[in-house]
């Protein structure tokens, strides 16, 4: 196979394979991206036009321009309207890249042009300007004892902000004692697992398929995991009753991966294994707040607070960065988890938490949850309209809530290849099979649109449907 090498007058050896399936503008990100990296492009260096690049390149200007974005957007360059564009400063042979659109550790993933990863929301829309009001209203009138260790469960301020909040919104029936703060959710599940394990518990059922991550906390923790099938109502109470596990994570309002919802007769059955086993129902409450089609679901805390312990994050409403999480504990157990959390960190950051609670009060947590609800909208049907024109043999299912869609591929394509096709043409997109807890069965595709703009999107169904073509003609 030839390549085409060149070497750029200021200092790049870039070498591109006109015949490979990597897009241009993808080889061109990669080479500039690790001669960043490796330091033997310098920070603050000017890089050379699109246009003059292009020319010592043999490409199209419009190719460069592209790969200038992407570099941009990951913080590796720097461009400014009516200027040059320069490498960023600070950039390490790690990968660190100062301030906004910081780059993350190298890796294989970075590699890519686009990125279909579920889970991440559009940072860039963080509410900086309402959020810096609350910090400087915390700091001038907080008193100063906020700032001395704090009782295991939070700043009381921030407890009864999210109980009222989570109450009106979200249909709990939380008081500020039973409210606990803590780094996101994965900090909730390493504090739950250990505890539920002293109170009794054995064996713990999760949604086949699920997150792997508390699966591997609550084995760590000794607990036995059994996976329960999802059907299109959400999880099978029948499998789970047969089970015999003493406590269950759901995911009810949006059932993670497959966007389904759990159904009124469910939670009636649900609520009623709880009661009859005397067991505990963990609710991962992890994207409720986007809902767009249709009315939102409530939160099962509301209708048994002593059978259910709630969880919520910040993570995918505001920003993952932040490690705001907290959950709501039934009686029995909130002093447990509270003295854990004391003895695991002494507690979250004070004022992060009351800069929240502030946030919340003030109702500027609502007016940003409106203010995007309409942004992720578009995002999602443009997705939806990609999908119908481009790959119409997938089957998306999960449409109504949340900042991913699950895609289910026809029986005869088997996921990995196709994966691994789309990654060749610079796509990251995430699969079913590492979801799973049981026995294979159809592939499927988890496509996150929540950080992406809609040109963008559309572009990486483009992707896809390459793909599948890649892996349909043997390619």
Same mark, same amino acid.
């Given at each position: 196979?030839?390549?085409?090498?060149?070497?750029?007058?200021?200092?790049?050896?870039?070498?591109?394979?006109?015949?490979?399936?990597?897009?241009?503008?993808?080889?061109?990100?990669?080479?500039?991206?690790?001669?960043?990296?490796?330091?033997?492009?310098?920070?603050?260096?000017?890089?050379?036009?699109?246009?003059?690049?292009?020319?010592?390149?043999?490409?199209?200007?419009?190719?460069?321009?592209?790969?200038?974005?992407?570099?941009?957007?990951?913080?590796?360059?720097?461009?400014?309207?009516?200027?040059?564009?320069?490498?960023?400063?600070?950039?390490?042979?790690?990968?660190?890249?100062?301030?906004?659109?910081?780059?993350? $550790?190298?890796?294989?993933?970075?590699?890519?042009?686009?990125?279909?990863?579920?889970?991440?929301?559009?940072?860039?829309?963080?509410?900086?300007?309402?959020?810096?009001?609350?910090?400087?209203?915390?700091?001038?009138?907080?008193?100063?004892?906020?700032?001395?260790?704090?009782?295991?469960?939070?700043?009381?301020?921030?407890?009864?902000?999210?109980?009222?909040?989570?109450?009106?919104?979200?249909?709990?029936?939380?008081?500020?004692?039973?409210?606990?703060?803590?780094?996101?959710?994965?900090?909730?599940?390493?504090?739950?697992?250990?505890?539920?394990?002293?109170?009794?518990?054995?064996?713990?059922?999760?949604?086949?398929?699920?997150?792997?991550?508390?699966?591997?906390?609550?084995?760590?923790?000794?607990?036995?995991?059994?996976?329960? $099938?999802?059907?299109?109502?959400?999880?099978?109470?029948?499998?789970?009753?047969?089970?015999?596990? %003493?406590?269950?994570?759901?995911? $009810?309002?949006?059932?993670?991966?497959?966007?389904?919802?759990?159904?009124?007769?469910?939670?009636?059955?649900?609520?009623?294994?709880?009661?009859?086993?005397?067991?505990?129902?963990?609710?991962?409450?992890?994207?409720?707040?986007?809902?767009?089609?249709?009315?939102?679901?409530?939160?099962?805390? +509301?209708?048994?607070?002593?059978?259910?312990?709630?969880?919520?994050?910040?993570?995918?409403?505001?920003?993952?960065?932040?490690?705001?999480?907290?959950?709501?504990?039934?009686?029995?157990?909130?002093?447990?988890?509270?003295?854990?959390?004391?003895?695991? %960190?002494?507690?979250?950051?004070?004022?992060?938490?009351?800069?929240?609670?502030?946030?919340?009060?003030?109702?500027?947590?609502?007016?940003?949850?409106?203010?995007?609800?309409?942004?992720?909208?578009?995002?999602?049907?443009?997705?939806?309209?990609?999908?119908?024109?481009?790959?119409?043999?997938?089957?998306?299912?999960?449409?109504?809530?949340?900042?991913?869609?699950?895609?289910?591929?026809?029986?005869?394509?088997?996921?990995?290849?196709?994966?691994?096709?789309?990654?060749?043409?610079?796509?990251?997109?995430?699969?079913?099979? %590492?979801?799973?807890? +049981?026995?294979?069965?159809?592939?499927?595709?988890?496509?996150?649109?929540?950080?992406?703009?809609?040109?963008?999107?559309?572009?990486?169904?483009?992707?896809?449907?390459?793909?599948?073509?890649?892996?349909?003609?043997? +390619?």
């Amino acid at each position: 196979m030839e390549s085409r090498t060149n070497t750029v007058g200021w200092g790049l050896f870039v070498e591109l394979d006109r015949e490979s399936s990597i897009p241009a503008h993808v080889q061109l990100e990669v080479a500039i991206r690790d001669g960043i990296r490796t330091g033997r492009l310098k920070g603050e260096s000017v890089v050379p036009s699109s246009r003059r690049l292009a020319q010592d390149l043999g490409l199209s200007r419009g190719v460069v321009v592209e790969a200038y974005q992407q570099l941009t957007a990951e913080g590796y360059l720097i461009s400014q309207a009516g200027g040059y564009t320069r490498v960023a400063s600070g950039v390490t042979r790690a990968g660190a890249s100062p301030g906004k659109g910081a780059a993350q $550790p190298a890796s294989t993933e970075e590699k890519h042009l686009l990125d279909f990863r579920y889970g991440r929301p559009d940072v860039t829309q963080f509410p900086r300007a309402a959020w810096l009001r609350s910090l400087r209203k915390v700091l001038t009138e907080s008193p100063h004892d906020r700032l001395n260790y704090l009782d295991g469960r939070g700043a009381p301020e921030l407890r009864a902000a999210l109980a009222d909040y989570l109450n009106r919104v979200r249909g709990t029936w939380a008081t500020p004692d039973n409210v606990v703060a803590c780094n996101g959710f994965a900090q909730a599940v390493a504090l739950i697992m250990p505890v539920i394990a002293s109170n009794g518990v054995r064996r713990l059922a999760v949604e086949d398929p699920s997150d792997g991550d508390a699966v591997r906390i609550a084995r760590a923790a000794g607990l036995e995991v059994v996976g329960i $099938p999802v059907t299109p109502d959400g999880i099978d109470v029948a499998a789970l009753a047969r089970s015999e596990a %003493d406590a269950i994570l759901v995911t $009810p309002a949006h059932q993670f991966p497959t966007g389904c919802v759990l159904s009124s007769e469910a939670r009636t059955r649900l609520l009623a294994w709880a009661n009859d086993r005397n067991a505990l129902i963990l609710e991962d409450d992890y994207d409720a707040e986007y809902r767009y089609d249709e009315t939102p679901v409530g939160a099962l805390h +509301g209708l048994a607070p002593d059978r259910v312990l709630y969880a919520g994050t910040a993570s995918k409403t505001l920003a993952p960065g932040l490690r705001l999480g907290w959950m709501v504990v039934p009686d029995r157990l909130v002093d447990a988890i509270a003295a854990l959390k004391v003895e695991v %960190d002494r507690g979250s950051p004070v004022i992060d938490q009351l800069a929240f609670a502030e946030f919340l009060r003030n109702g500027d947590f609502d007016r940003h949850l409106r203010r995007m609800r309409p942004i992720y909208r578009r995002r999602r049907d443009v997705l939806i309209d990609a999908m119908n024109e481009q790959v119409p043999e997938l089957d998306p299912v999960g449409i109504a809530a949340g900042l991913h869609i699950f895609a289910w591929l026809p029986p005869d394509l088997p996921e990995v290849e196709v994966i691994a096709a789309a990654r060749r043409r610079g796509l990251m997109v995430a699969g079913i099979h %590492d979801y799973r807890h +049981g026995t294979e069965d159809r592939g499927g595709l988890l496509l996150g649109y929540a950080k992406l703009q809609e040109d963008m999107i559309r572009r990486g169904v483009g992707i896809v449907r390459r793909a599948l073509d890649d892996v349909l003609g043997g +390619g």
